[in-house]
């Protein structure tokens, strides 16, 4: 089975072929120079030394220092050719793998580990880059040494090269057998990698709540078992290379001893030349260092074959969330969005929403309430096609956003976290991350309707300062004036508010109010609220439960959504209830 990934692994070569060919044929001329060197000492040996001809011995020398340095010069041309394509394959696999990523729905990241993934994308295509690389060359240095060498070794004496080849079969089965081994040890020790790579990277993220809850110890020793693991299966890899390289010397060793025995004997009745005789015990010891080498090289590429099929099971994923066929663009929206009995589950959970049907108008703002597992996160994941629902459709503008090109549908369509999500670039990058080509005076427009400009230029670089990981300097209302700044530029038609004020307290939410409603000026906005706050100015009002609508709320010329809700949804009116609660106790609280 593993075959299969390690031939593919090879097609990523084919971009590269003239270069592979032409460090292969530089490989043949090296092993054709390394065969010649042995022929050559006989020369010099049978011709030179016992008639005592000084003329030959230089010729011989001459010649020798010529191979020599041919050898030399296309070991350098091979090697390097052989890793410029391999480092071409890294790179393309690299490129693919992250485009691949970044095209897989969110399904497959909601069941991903990031320190797998990262495993993958760099461990395992660094083994590939070794395959189609150096292990691959050796692989071929190898094969055609040997044969080249007993070709030789047939023409200097038959007897001789029976005997010591008689040996090879052993040598080869002994190998195969321990390649075998080492295969699936090979995707145990990839995964058991992976494994820690990812626990490593949690902590990393993680740190912080680590400490504050006093768990470093449990960490540690959690940490210390995968790693424990990973070691135990390592330790078994290192058990059985250490078999196998003295094993192959032995049986080399015993070969040698063969032919010095054998040979010598023939040398005494005069049926083999002294030079023949060493030049035969030069070819033995030419294969000495590729034999030992080849078990060694069968479980790297037992390895890099393991990491070739991680590798090729992501890239082999198809994303959920396609283009239809017949997908349209969308030059400009109104922002109408309609909910068609829409249900929806996550795999093959429960289902979150049941036969949801609302409607928001272009411009409108409606707000979403409900309490934990309500169904207002979905929701507002269905809009932009993170997901597709399992039944009924949705509408932008009369158009089902299923026959909408998925990369239209969400350039007009903006998005504002709980969560603010901010990249290790500088501020100018992260407002201008949806609209990479805006000016500087568009950047700092948007700052300045997002309330966060006078903070920006207060700062030593300003717009080019660089933020950390995760920008753990900023405040949470500093994050999020900045994730509101982005979502300006990019003038999207459709906004999406996920409770972008619940992680601030009180008096931050009231400076970022004015920031929303700017925001929201003109737009469709669908809203996500904790805090009965933030809807005041809502046009429509859906309080949901268990996935589907338990009451609504509409503006009218005389009263509000929250003033209807208020008199005719029990659940609304409790809602508010444990909201006025929370901030009568705020307030005292601050009074103390």
Not at 304 to 321: G, K, Q
Not at 381 to 398: M, N
Not at 466 to 484: C, D, M, N, P, Y
Not at 517 to 541: C, K, P, W, Y
Request: glycine share 8%.
């Amino acid at each position: 089975m593993r075959g299969r990934y390690v031939r593919r692994a090879l097609t990523w070569l084919k971009p590269y072929r003239w270069t592979v060919a032409f460090a292969y044929a530089s490989v043949l001329i090296v092993n054709a120079a390394t065969i010649s060197i042995p022929l050559i000492i006989r020369y010099i040996v049978d011709s030179g030394i016992r008639p005592a001809d000084v003329q030959t011995i230089v010729a011989g020398s001459v010649l020798l220092l010529v191979t020599g340095m041919a050898r030399g010069v296309f070991t350098y041309v091979s090697g390097y050719m052989t890793e410029s394509a391999s480092q071409n394959v890294a790179f393309d696999l690299r490129n693919t793998f992250h485009q691949k990523i970044q095209a897989l729905s969110f399904n497959f990241h909601d069941q991903s580990e990031s320190g797998q993934l990262l495993a993958r994308s760099v461990q395992d295509v660094d083994r590939v880059r070794f395959l189609t690389g150096k292990g691959l060359l050796q692989l071929t240095e190898m094969g055609t040494l040997i044969a080249g060498v007993a070709v030789a070794a047939l023409f200097l004496s038959y007897q001789l090269t029976l005997l010591a080849f008689s040996i090879v079969p052993v040598l080869l089965y002994s190998a195969v057998k321990f390649g075998f081994r080492f295969r699936p040890l090979s995707m145990i020790i990839r995964d058991r990698e992976a494994i820690l790579t990812s626990r490593l990277e949690q902590n990393i993220r993680g740190s912080r709540i680590v400490k504050a809850f006093g768990q470093e110890e449990r960490e540690i020793q959690a940490f210390e078992r995968y790693n424990a693991r990973l070691l135990d299966a390592q330790l078994i890899e290192a058990r059985l290379r250490a078999i196998i390289l003295p094993l192959m010397q032995f049986l080399a060793g015993v070969g040698t001893l063969i032919v010095l025995t054998v040979g010598g004997r023939m040398v005494i009745r005069g049926t083999l030349t002294i030079g023949m005789l060493v030049a035969f015990t030069t070819y033995l010891a030419l294969l000495l260092h590729p034999i030992r080498r080849f078990g060694w090289l069968l479980s790297a590429i037992a390895r890099a074959s393991a990491s070739a099929e991680r590798i090729f099971e992501i890239l082999d994923l198809e994303p959920e969330v396609q283009d239809d066929p017949q997908a349209v663009e969308l030059d400009r929206v109104a922002g109408a969005i309609r909910f068609d009995n829409v249900s929806f589950s996550y795999g093959r959970g429960r289902r979150v929403l049941n036969q949801l049907c609302f409607e928001s108008a272009p411009g409108e703002k409606t707000a979403l309430l409900g309490s934990t597992g309500s169904g207002k996160s979905s929701i507002i994941r269905l809009i932009p096609r993170f997901y597709d629902p399992d039944e009924g459709a949705i509408y932008l503008d009369g158009v089902d956003i299923r026959k909408i090109a998925v990369r239209s549908l969400r350039n007009h369509v903006g998005v504002v976290l709980q969560d603010s999500v901010l990249f290790a670039s500088t501020i100018r990058a992260n407002i201008s991350f949806g609209r990479p080509e805006a000016s500087q005076q568009q950047i700092e427009d948007a700052a300045r309707a997002a309330c966060i400009h006078d903070f920006i230029i207060g700062l030593p670089e300003g717009y080019g300062t660089t933020l950390g990981e995760r920008a753990v300097t900023l405040s949470g209302g500093q994050r999020q004036r900045i994730s509101i700044a982005r979502a300006l530029l990019k003038n999207p038609e459709v906004l999406i508010l996920d409770d972008a004020t619940s992680s601030v307290d009180t008096d931050t939410e009231r400076h970022l109010q004015d920031a929303l409603e700017h925001l929201m000026t003109g737009r469709t906005a669908i809203i996500i609220a904790q805090r009965l706050s933030t809807i005041r100015n809502a046009d429509r009002v859906l309080v949901l439960e268990r996935g589907r609508i338990a009451a609504v709320g509409v503006r009218t010329s005389s009263e509000t959504p929250q003033e209807q809700l208020l008199r005719n949804s029990p659940l609304y009116a409790d809602i508010f209830r444990h909201q006025l609660r929370l901030t009568s106790d705020t307030v005292r609280g601050d009074a103390r």
